[in-house]
């Protein structure tokens, strides 16, 4: 599977953006989808997930109330609306697939750059 990360950019202090994954070439069953993010200097950290089968979702504290995750499994997309962003929220953001059975994600996309100015 690959997975293709876009509309990340450079955005103001809370202001929004809203990035967009989409998944192609899958050939297994998906069990979700997540969003990551890797600052400059730290390691890659949990953003929000979403799971297909309850269309249940998951945030870190960090972007609770801020964040919201979307996505359709039928159409291999998963969406991120970021909104009231912090100069903290500036990392390269990562788009992963998780497979049916696993509890790990194992496909991850290229990544997409978000930086807010304060």
């Known amino acids: 599977v690959q997975l293709q990360a876009s509309g990340g950019g450079l955005v103001q202090a809370g202001g929004s953006l809203r990035l967009s994954c989409a998944a192609s070439?899958?050939?297994?069953?998906?069990?979700?989808m997540g969003w990551f993010r890797q600052a400059p200097g730290k390691d890659r950290e949990f953003v929000a997930r979403i799971d297909w089968n309850l269309g249940s979702t998951l945030y870190a504290d960090s972007v609770k109330g801020r964040f919201t995750i979307s996505g359709d499994n039928a159409k291999n997309t998963v969406h991120l609306q970021m909104n009231s962003l912090k100069p903290e929220d500036t990392a390269v953001y990562y788009c992963?697939?998780?497979?049916?059975?696993?509890?790990?994600?194992?496909?991850w996309g290229q990544g997409t750059l978000v930086t807010v100015s304060s």
């Open positions: 992963a697939d998780r497979r049916l059975g696993r509890t790990h994600y194992e496909y």
């Open positions: 070439g899958r050939t297994f069953s998906s069990a979700g």
